[in-house]
């Protein structure tokens, strides 16, 4: 586990657009470049081949640079994502492109969104210019449910997604579209469903998810971990080690469509908040997860969490995806009353028992004072 850094607002934010195969991401994506709030953004096409956009829309500036008719800027990467990054960056810096507020980088659909975000949040010379803002997944209401049957790549986009999108609703049938809604609340349960037809969708909704308040530049860390979206969540309905400070499950299999039919890619995935009431030892909490990363690290699709360390007055903010952590975070002070560690997962296949039990292992070696 990585130093404690402190908050720092000031990076350059950037949101990862993910979602399957012809679900509606580069349609989403030319909506949201012509909308007044949205010119400085300089867009990035992560993929591979032709590019993305139409060439109606994009007009090409330079060598890789290619600026929107809005206005903003375009880059298709072929290379590296670092060096498209680091040259945008410089670019900004000297002028030589318009200054741009934010970043979007859409990522090829049937891609895993995991590397992209890995080298986002621990790159060190990316990590000191930008910040990840957030996942944006797109879902296509008519062959989403399928797609999620079928294709790991689709689950884990939307399971590492800060915001869901359901596009083509306009073409499929209101039955289809609850059934989906329910599937993706079960796989990710903080993450808002937003609806887009043909693009269309207030940009507000899909930014600003990362754990910094656009306007005071403070951290909002409940907004951002959203812990109580899980109390009631998902898949995993085992009843746990009951140590008096986790959230309850509502146990109500009625809602959720959980089938029990493991084929389906998304029934491995679990979605769960671990409440934990007294303060915790960083050493026990840090050589757990690294336990965890070792043992488990790619099924771990996203942990964020808020923790109370017994060695700091200020909370500590982690975030993960698989076995790459964002350097941890101190925050000023606490934003509430509730000085628990909250710390939100969603995993393939390694159950809440499984991370518990392993929580208490270190908890129990760290209180007799073993060496760890
Ligand atoms: N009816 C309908 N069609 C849509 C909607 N959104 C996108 N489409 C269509 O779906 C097709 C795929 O959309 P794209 O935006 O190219 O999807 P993509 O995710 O960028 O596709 P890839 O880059 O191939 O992964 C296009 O023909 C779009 O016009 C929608 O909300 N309703």
């Known amino acids: 586990m990585n130093t404690v850094i402190a908050a720092n607002p000031t990076r350059l934010p950037v949101s990862v657009l993910t979602g399957f195969l012809g679900s509606g991401k580069t349609t ?9 709030g949205m010119a400085n953004t300089a867009v990035i096409i992560n993929e591979f081949g032709e590019i993305g956009l139409d ?31 680091r040259d945008l960056f410089l670019k900004r810096v000297r002028g030589l492109v318009p200054e741009f507020d934010r970043v979007v980088i859409e990522t090829t659909g049937l891609a895993d969104p995991a590397p992209v975000l890995h080298t986002l949040m621990n790159d060190p010379l990316i990590a ?42 306009d073409i499929a049938s209101a039955e289809a579209v ?47 971990l959203k812990a109580e979206a899980y109390e009631d969540a998902g898949h995993d309905h085992g009843h746990g080690h009951d140590h008096g400070h986790e959230h309850q499950h509502d146990h109500d299999h009625g809602h959720h469509h959980h089938g029990h039919d493991r084929n389906r890619h998304d029934d491995h995935i679990t979605a769960f908040c671990m409440t934990i009431d007294e303060p915790l030892v960083w050493d026990a909490f840090a050589t757990w997860i690294e336990t965890l990363i070792t043992l488990r690290g790619p099924d771990l699709l996203r942990i964020k969490g808020i923790l109370n360390v017994r060695e700091s007055d200020a909370p500590v903010v982690v ?11 101190r ?26 039990a392993m929580y208490e292992a270190y908890r129990e070696a760290a209180a007799a004072g073993d060496t760890i």
């Open 128 to 169: 000191a210019r930008f910040r990840l803002d957030g996942v944006i997944s797109t879902v296509d209401a008519v062959n989403g449910g399928d797609q999620l049957n079928r294709h790991d790549e689709s689950v884990k986009q939307a399971a590492v997604a800060d915001r869901i999108v359901l596009t083509k609703t």
């Open 319 to 329: 975030h993960g995806v698989q076995h790459v952590f964002h350097p941890p975070v």
């Open 331 to 356: 925050l000023e002070a606490w934003p509430s009353d509730d000085h628990r560690s909250r710390i939100v997962f969603i995993t393939r296949d390694v159950s809440r028992e499984t991370i518990e």
């Open 55 to 85: 060439h109606l829309l994009v007009e090409k500036s330079s060598e890789n640079t290619v600026l929107l008719n809005s206005g903003c800027l375009c880059c298709t990467v072929r290379g590296d994502l670092i060096d498209t990054l």
């Open 28 to 36: 989403l994506l030319s909506q949201i470049v012509r909308h007044p």
């Open 178 to 224: 609850a059934d989906l809604e329910d599937r993706l609340k079960a796989l990710n349960p903080a993450a808002p469903i937003l609806r887009a037809v043909q693009g269309q969708i207030d940009p507000a909704g899909l930014f600003d998810a990362g754990l910094y308040n656009p306007t005071t530049k403070s951290p909002d860390v409940e907004r951002w």
